[in-house]
């Protein structure tokens, strides 16, 4: 191995080393600093393991969390990138940090989160096994630009993945589409039958034809421009997916149970999260195992044991009140947790965290397309509306314009109060925060209540 990979490894053992020892996640940073010694670092350290990787828009992390317990239920050697650092330099840091310093990984498989726009440039250095696609929408204006954008992106990825089998969202006509553009083998998964009995309002953000610019008729919809969609004109339609949820027998404020096909066969599945989207996510889930050949049964069985990842419906106690923290980022993702939370049988209290930092996007006019108009109409199921964040007055009057009532609605920008405010309620309590403001609440709450830190 030559002398400069050498020094790059090293480089990312220490500085990761250091950073953990005063208490930072150290898992970004250590990727910078090895690639400024090797460019080319992680090539080196990604050979002869089996790699696969989860990209798209929402429920990434989510996914790859889901994955892992079925890698983990399967007896499987693996590391992954579970802090969720997605873009090269993270998944950079944590291949290094699971290789010997001569550059061979310890490990057989490796399970990465990826950035959508970030895969493109990864999936050069990393010889993909199987790559999951969770679904295309309009996400940070600033930085993705619009969906055809962001599907140009995971299509260059995909274009770097020759021994890569796909697993495609087949319900969403913009990453159904990138099958017939390469010869990989791929698999659809899908959802079959709708899944919410009442919606959010939502703007699609692929009403029209991607061959022929024709708009959709659909048969159903599940959430968003996700569905059985078909063009009248020139006949693109939903593939048949090879995994697909078939039935959603229930779904609670803790899990959904669902029967998902496999071929020919069906099982019947617990899915250990509450929420619509989990479903696509543990969907996709089967689909990875299928491509990877690892047993069905076993694969859906971890469903009901995997631990959500941090920030993503991750569930922990303060003081004797229940708190769900759920990320938000884009008005697709915004509308379904809001499909979640004000389906709630019982009072709660929100939090709305908002940050513009580059992680978070820049452009929050995203908000005005999210139906926050939903909250309202819980009543008095909404016991308080807590506001924060570097934005926490443009989000106020976001929700002034939605109707929230004065009296139960509270700017808190300091996040200590915040979180005393949140404890001291007799309810359970939503938390939905941006990016950067979900990283400083965790950080908040593991110093002040001991809750583990985000990248354990």
Known sequence: MKLQAYLSIL????TRGLLRAVGRGGTDFPGRVAMKFDHQILKRVSRGVTCIIVTGTNGKTTSSRMIEQALTDAGASFFCNKSGANLISGITAEFIDNATFG?????????????????????????????????????????????????????IGISHSPNATLCLNADDSLVASIAGDYDNPVIFYGVNVPIYQKRVAEVSDAPYCIKCKHEYVYD??????????????????????????????????????????????????????????????ACGTVAAGKALHFDTETVVHSLSAFAAGFGRMEKFTIDGTDMR????????GCNQTLNFVTNTTEPAAFVVCLNDRDADGTDISWIWDVDFEQIVAMGDKLTVLYVSGVRAD???????????????????????????????????????????????????????YGIKNFWE
């Not at 480089?11 to 220490?14: E, G």
């Not at 993705?144 to 299509?155: A, M, R, S, W």
């Not at 990320?327 to 697709?332: F, T």
């Open 103 to 155: 550059g061979r990984c310890k490990k057989d498989y490796a399970l990465i989160e990826c950035d959508e726009a970030a895969f493109k440039e990864v999936s050069t250095m990393v010889n993909a096994k199987a790559v999951v696609v969770t679904n295309i929408f309009r996400d940070q204006l600033d930085r993705y630009g619009e969906v055809t954008h962001t599907l140009d992106n995971i299509k």
């Open 220 to 281: 159903y919809t599940t959430y968003g421009h996700l569905g059985g969609y078909r063009c009248p004109h020139c006949g693109y339609r939903r593939p048949e997916p090879a995994v697909a949820v078939t039935e959603v027998i229930a779904s609670d404020a803790e899990h959904s149970e669902v029967t998902i096909a496999v071929g020919d066969q069906t099982y019947p599945a617990t899915i250990n999260l509450p929420g619509g989207y989990n479903i696509y996510n």
């Open 11 to 14: 480089a990312s053992k220490m």
């Open 325 to 332: 923290m759920i990320l938000v980022k884009n008005p697709a």
């Open 394 to 448: 443009e989000m106020a009057l976001r929700f002034k314009y939605a109707g929230i009532p004065e009296d139960k609605m509270q700017v808190i920008p300091d996040y200590e109060t915040l979180m005393q405010a949140c404890a001291a309620q007799d309810h359970p309590v939503y938390i939905m925060p941006t990016y950067t403001a979900m990283m400083d609440l965790r950080a908040k709450i593991t110093k002040l």
